[in-house]
């Protein structure tokens, strides 16, 4: 069975510093990756996602199979991106199955 | 574009009372989920239709809950009877269809407080 970690529940950076969002899987093949984001009274919709390489909103998350990681990182905070944030993975031939992250919860200062 | 509609988005009853979710996903998606997201926890897919066929009710509490898509669009989701571990925001979301990939829409969901 696969699992989702993602060890901060809150993490507070200020404006214009970097951020990274933890986010660690337990998967015995090869899974497809994605970053989930609810911002506040909104519902959750897809951040992004690991095969399509790209950068959203300034964030990108790179898979590491290594480390079994996808750390979703951007270089400089903006008040806007305080939201809380999901990893979630699936399977190999999962049929859109998603397991999901306890979340992170991400609180830019000024 | 309403997106995927659910009601009620509160609900409180009391313990060992039935309630029931109701959601329209958005038109022509064909796959349809059920979540439950406990409090400061993600989302647990509880069940996954594809057109009006549950594909996967794996983690769908048999005894307690059931769902149902009738004609394919529209789902209703049923506890009887609730009980207080119950307490979550049920979500649900939908897809074009259940391939791999397939961006999943989510609802504002519904609250639920069993007391």
């Known amino acids: 069975a696969q699992r989702v970690t993602q060890p901060e529940k809150l993490l507070s950076v200020f404006k214009g510093a970097p951020v990274e969002l933890k986010c660690n899987y337990s998967y015995s093949g090869s899974p497809e990756l994605f970053w989930y984001v609810q911002y506040s009274r909104q519902r959750l919709q897809l951040l992004l996602r690991?095969?399509s390489r790209e950068s959203i909103k300034g964030f990108t998350a790179d898979l590491n199979k290594g480390e079994t990681s996808f750390h979703l990182k951007k270089p400089f905070a903006q008040e806007e991106d305080s939201a809380m944030y999901y990893c979630a993975l699936e399977p190999t031939g999962g049929g859109n199955k998603l397991t999901f992250g306890t979340g992170t919860q991400l609180k830019v200062e000024l | 574009e309403a997106g995927v509609v659910q009601s009620p988005r509160y609900k409180i009853i009391e313990k060992k009372q039935p309630v029931a979710f109701w959601c329209n996903p958005i038109?022509?998606?064909?796959?349809l989920y059920w979540y439950r997201q406990n409090l400061g926890q993600g989302p647990e897919l509880l069940i996954r239709?594809?057109?009006?066929?549950?594909?996967?009710d794996s983690q769908l509490p048999k005894d307690r809950f059931s769902a149902e898509r009738l004609k394919g669009v529209d789902s209703t989701l049923k506890i009887q009877p609730a009980e207080l571990g119950d307490s979550a925001v049920y979500l649900c979301?939908?897809?074009?269809?259940?391939?791999?990939?397939?961006?999943?829409?989510f609802g504002p969901g519904t609250r639920l407080l069993v007391l």
């Open positions: 690991h095969i």
């Open positions: 038109s022509g998606h064909n796959t």
């Open positions: 239709y594809e057109n009006e066929e549950a594909v996967d």
């Open positions: 979301a939908s897809s074009l269809g259940d391939r791999q990939q397939e961006t999943q829409y």
